[in-house]
């Protein structure tokens, strides 16, 4: 196999696997989050307005992890730089 | 958006030499014009009386709203924060609700990583600013090295690397958005990307949420809050609270003697 398939093959096969990974441990953290969110509001109910921004506060910082695996995945597949180079070397050849 | 262009940046309109006008460069500008018209147009006729405008009462409410949360996070006046902190808001909430309008090919100005990067950039300079506003220089530089010198390091990593995180969690959430979007109307144009668009307007309005909050979490947690400040807030919010309370027993009150 020629440089160029190697390339396309190994970034789209990591790119399925950065997110394929990426997406099981934000998904178990935010899982946690929220169920200890809601048994707190369940207890305190009072306390709604401050456990739901916190909630989503941390929601979003776990979250971030999983969207840097998704943009590290869109680069390998749209803007993939050894591809850029190699089809540039190539001739335009992709 | 074409499915290959991961940011508006590589939709160009207009170029010359190295002058290019980009989507990202014409939808921030469309964003503005609608936000300064609209505030415009709303304070033109601005009433204190029992009747006002419907543009009025939703403008009150958002910055009401605004200033509550800025009020709770903070635990002091907002009226400093409110100006920052509601540019913040309203700039990425409008900028992610505007996909929504039909015929009009709109992306997100906040789909581009330079777009949110500015914004990053903004928050930035803004927690050295209001800190040193609020202690003086010494101040803010005394929560370097609190508790310890030691830390140092691991502070100065902490304001850069918080920085990067919050350029990339918005320009991630966003593209994806767009993304899936243009990917489901290649794989299946039917009903699916209506879906996902509806998904998105949420996703838009906790991001901009989510952006604004923690830039006031950045911003409040380097200026160290002082004791009788807190005291001096907590103060007037229960005098409002009282002079509320009072005002709706008297409206009860007024009520019976009409019945």
């Not at chain 2, 808001?89 to 039909?102: C, D, E, G, R």
């Not at chain 2, 709109?106 to 300079?125: G, W």
Request: glycine share 8%; with cysteine; aromatic share 10%.
């Amino acid at each position: 196999m020629d440089n160029l398939g190697l390339i396309g093959m190994i970034s789209i096969f990591t790119a399925g696997l950065t997110i394929g990974l990426g997406a099981i441990g934000p998904a178990l953290g935010e899982g946690r989050a929220v169920a200890s969110a809601l048994s707190a509001l369940a207890q305190q109910p009072d306390e709604s307005n401050t456990i739901t921004r916190t909630l989503f506060v941390g929601l979003a910082m776990i979250e971030s992890t999983a969207i840097y695996c998704f943009v590290v995945s869109m680069i390998l597949i749209f803007a993939n730089p050894f591809w850029d180079y190699f089809t540039q070397q190539t001739g335009g050849g992709g | 958006m074409d499915l290959k262009q991961i940011s508006p940046d590589e939709v160009v309109f207009w170029q010359w030499r190295f002058v290019t006008v980009n989507a990202t460069l014409v939808y921030t500008w469309v964003v503005m014009i609608v936000l300064v018209f609209c505030s415009w147009l709303v304070t033109r006729s601005l009433s204190t009386g029992p009747k006002i405008s419907r543009w009025q009462n939703l403008l009150e409410v958002i910055v009401d709203g605004i200033r509550g949360e800025i009020a709770e996070i903070t635990q002091q006046r907002p009226e400093r924060y409110l100006p920052f902190i509601g540019t913040l808001f309203l700039f990425i909430l409008v900028s992610n609700l505007l996909n929504i309008v039909p015929g009009f090919v709109y992306v997100a100005p906040t789909a581009s990583l330079s777009t949110t990067a500015a914004l990053a950039i903004c928050v930035f300079f803004a927690v050295p600013i209001y800190s040193i506003a609020n202690d003086g220089i010494l101040g803010y530089l005394k929560n370097f090295v609190r508790p310890t010198p030691l830390m140092l390091p691991f502070t100065l990593i902490g304001e850069l690397s918080r920085t990067l995180a919050l350029a990339v969690r918005l320009f991630g959430n966003v593209m994806s958005g767009t993304k899936i979007v243009a990917i489901l109307m290649a794989v299946a144009p039917l009903i699916f990307p209506v879906l996902m668009h509806v998904l998105g307007l949420l996703t838009g309005v906790i991001q901009a949420y989510i952006f604004a909050v923690l830039a006031m979490v950045y911003i409040a947690s380097a200026s160290r809050v002082r004791e009788e400040e807190v005291q001096e807030y907590r103060l007037i919010v229960q005098n409002e609270k009282q002079g509320h309370d009072q005002k709706l027993s008297q409206g009860h009150e007024g009520l019976k003697d009409h019945g």
